[in-house]
């Protein structure tokens, strides 16, 4: 375990090396991944990203990392079986939005995996869906310094 530790900091440690400190997140894979730094590349790069930590990998891992993704029914953490699926397709009263209680809110009603693995987020503009995935590539977008 201690081992794999060491191996995984080593290997970000590398990476992080290899980035300009005076080159953002997104800037600098943007350009890695897609050649070009431009809004284009890097609105790409953002559904890259968040679709595949939300649905896990849906293209070959040029790398050979294999992500889950947060929906993966059968996900696990630490030996521990972990299923977030429900948070998000309405299968439990857990979105609280007032004075009311606890309500099911389906989360994947603009075509659950399907647009995201076209690197879409939704297949409609009116869907909580869209509502989510276009907020968390904003999110994501600031957070990782993305310029354009």
Known sequence: MKLSFLAAFGAVTSVLAQRPSNVSICDYYTTALL????????????????????????????????VPG????NGMY??????????????LKSTNDGPTPPDCVNFLDGG?????MKNMPANDTTSNQYFLLTHLYQYFGLLLGCSG
């Open 112 to 116: 659950g995996a399907a647009p995201l």
């Open 70 to 73: 947060i929906l993966n029914p």
């Open 78 to 91: 630490n030996g521990t079986a972990v299923n977030l699926l429900p948070y998000f397709n309405g299968g």
């Open 35 to 66: 050649k070009t730094n431009t809004p284009a590349n890097e609105y790409m790069l953002l559904p890259l990203l968040v679709n595949t930590a939300v649905i896990g990998n849906y293209t070959q891992p040029s790398n050979g990392v294999l």
